[in-house]
């Protein structure tokens, strides 16, 4: 997969498994997105060690000439480790990275990019078309993303919109298998008395916000200026696994108005990246 994206993207490795993560680094990282340097100091120290095994692990790449430097690498690595903060606490830091442990390998671009796509109707009809992509996570392959939009994440935070907790958590989603909206549970969870009905209880809770969510958003569109479009990006409407998506990142870079909104959508994220802790 590597090799064809260097082809096609004429990319640039750069290999950050020898950084050493000085003090000024790091703290210029926290500055850089409020939302992180907001954390408790045991947070932000879990979060630091995380970072620090994740670079040792990923390759980055800069697209058509970009150069990734140590800081535009951290600016990832620690965006990506904070869904894994509370969700394997007591877990070494690689051991806590197994959630990722399917790819090697991050491409940034400067900013969007152009995605050919090809869907089939239900005539059969094959219909071509370009989407602008700011991130993608492919299932067992790479990750994909802007660094326009990864740079921006301490501003765009109050909207809920995060690109890179977006993308890693559909590598969370697709740990188990395809992206679906369900991430792996364990037996227990929720009470559930095994994995496959905790699988369904998650399902039909999360199930029912997609539809409310959908509703809602659909309304918006249909009565525009009557009926206020939810706060949410709207474009977790699409699936159940974009819906999961989209409200992870808002769960992490604004979970005060995600829970305001939404608390049912709120303690189910609980649940699950917060199993041993109180709401963030």
């Given at each position: 997969?590597?090799?064809?994206l260097?082809?096609?993207?004429n990319?640039?490795?750069?290999r950050?498994d020898g950084?050493?993560?000085?003090?000024e680094?790091?703290l210029?990282?926290?500055?850089?997105?409020?939302f992180?340097?907001?954390?408790?100091p045991?947070?932000?120290?879990?979060?630091?060690?995380?970072?620090?095994a994740?670079?040792?692990?990923?390759?980055?790449?800069?697209?058509?000439?970009?150069?990734?430097?140590?800081?535009m690498?951290?600016?990832?690595?620690?965006?990506?480790?904070?869904?894994?903060?509370w969700?394997?606490?007591?877990a070494?830091?690689?051991a806590?990275?197994?959630?990722?442990?399917?790819?090697?390998?991050?491409v940034?671009?400067?900013?969007?990019?152009?995605?050919?796509?090809e869907?089939?109707?239900?005539?059969?009809?094959?219909?071509?078309?370009?989407?602008?992509?700011?991130?993608?996570a492919?299932?067992?392959?790479p990750?994909?993303?802007?660094?326009?939009?990864?740079?921006?994440?301490?501003?765009?935070a109050?909207?809920g919109?995060?690109?890179v907790?977006?993308?890693?958590?559909?590598?969370i989603?697709?740990?188990?298998g395809?992206?679906?909206?369900?991430?792996?549970?364990?037996s227990?969870?929720l009470g559930?008395?095994?994995?496959?009905?905790?699988?369904?209880?998650?399902l039909s809770?999360?199930?029912?916000?997609?539809?409310?969510?959908?509703?809602?958003?659909?309304?918006?569109?249909?009565?525009?200026g009557?009926?206020?479009?939810?706060?949410m990006d709207?474009?977790a409407?699409?699936?159940?696994?974009?819906f999961?998506?989209?409200?992870?990142?808002?769960?992490?870079?604004?979970p005060?108005?995600?829970?305001?909104?939404?608390?049912?959508?709120?303690?189910?994220?609980?649940s699950f990246?917060r199993?041993?802790?109180?709401?963030?």
């Open positions: 997969m590597l090799s064809w260097r082809r096609k993207f990319l640039t490795a750069t950050t950084l050493r993560l000085a003090d680094l790091w210029g990282t926290l500055a850089a997105y409020p992180l340097e907001t954390l408790d045991a947070a932000r120290g879990r979060l630091r060690e995380l970072s620090m994740f670079l040792r692990e990923k390759e980055f790449h800069g697209a058509a000439g970009l150069a990734v430097t140590d800081s690498a951290l600016a990832v690595a620690a965006q990506a480790c904070l869904p894994l903060v969700l394997t606490p007591a070494p830091p690689m806590a990275l197994q959630w990722y442990d399917d790819f090697v390998g991050i940034l671009h400067r900013g969007e990019v152009l995605a050919r796509r869907v089939t109707d239900e005539s059969g009809v094959v219909h071509h078309y370009r989407e602008a992509l700011t991130g993608e492919m299932d067992g392959g990750v994909m993303l802007s660094w326009s939009d990864v740079a921006n994440a301490g501003a765009t109050e909207e919109y995060n690109v907790i977006h993308e890693f958590a559909h590598k989603d697709m740990r188990d395809e992206a679906d909206g369900c991430p792996p549970l364990p227990g969870f559930s008395t095994s994995a496959s009905q905790a699988r369904t209880l998650w809770r999360l199930q029912a916000e997609y539809d409310r969510f959908s509703d809602r958003v659909a309304a918006a569109q249909r009565f525009a009557l009926v206020e479009m939810p706060w709207p474009y409407a699409q699936a159940p696994s974009e999961f998506a989209v409200a992870v990142e808002a769960y992490f870079v604004n005060r108005r995600l829970a305001d909104e939404s608390p049912g959508l709120h303690n189910l994220l609980d990246f199993p041993a802790e109180g709401p963030i």
